[in-house]
């Protein structure tokens, strides 16, 4: 079935230590997305690719980059993980034009100690 | 700020009993989607509507999107404890962007 994956679905890092977060897509969609989502609130959105080109958040920290090499795969890179960076962490896909809707992944959900 | 409200924030029911969910913006969408999230998964899409008035219909739960395309109602009937999870409603504004509401946390209880 087609359909979006995320490694790991639970990651643990150590304050400050750079942590990257994959996504990777079997549905060819040429939207990718990365939101982050903390305990019963909306997700939010920190950028997406349209395919190869980058869309970032006016309000996403310096902290969080994304690297997207090819179609199927997308990457989130936490430089200096903070306690503050907790969260579900959720890749999407999308064709351009919404009508079919997003389809994310499972998540990864990261524990900074 | 919040461009999509969701009330209430958070219901708790008994199996059985009828619900309604609102999502209400000041802004208009092109399109507006339903999720359904449960504990450590990803958002599931359940509707997509994109008509002013449009009704839809997904066994016991129903999706209407305003007229003027500025807000939606999820109406549950006979709810039952597998419909317990969060209800996130999300709004399309052209591009390729959803935005979010902050979500209903629904809970069945049997």
């Known amino acids: 079935d087609a359909m979006v994956i995320q490694n790991p679905r639970y990651q643990v890092t150590q304050f400050g230590k750079p942590v990257t977060l994959s996504c990777s897509q079997t549905l060819n969609h040429n939207v990718m997305y990365w939101y982050q989502q903390k305990s019963s609130q909306a997700p939010k959105l920190l950028f997406h690719y349209y395919d190869k080109d980058f869309n970032n958040e006016a309000d996403t920290p310096d902290n969080f980059q994304s690297r997207r090499p090819n179609t199927s795969f997308c990457f989130l890179d936490i430089r200096s993980p903070g306690l503050g960076d907790a969260a579900m962490y959720l890749c999407a896909t999308s064709s351009s034009q919404l009508s079919g809707g997003y389809t994310f992944g499972s998540g990864t959900r990261l524990t900074v100690v | 700020t919040q461009l999509l409200e969701q009330s209430p924030q958070f219901l708790s029911i008994q199996e059985g009993e009828n619900l309604t969910v609102y999502c209400n913006s000041s802004s208009v969408f092109s399109s507006l989607q339903w999720y359904r999230q449960e504990p450590g998964e990803g958002p599931v899409l359940l509707v997509t509507?994109?008509?002013?008035?449009e009704v839809k219909k997904l066994k016991r739960l129903t999706f209407q999107f305003g007229d003027a395309r500025k807000d939606s109602s999820l109406h549950i009937t006979a709810a039952q404890p597998g419909d317990t999870g969060l209800y996130l409603c999300a709004g399309g504004r052209g591009a390729q962007k959803l935005v979010f509401g902050q979500g209903t946390r629904l809970t069945i209880n049997p």
């Open positions: 509507v994109v008509t002013g008035g």
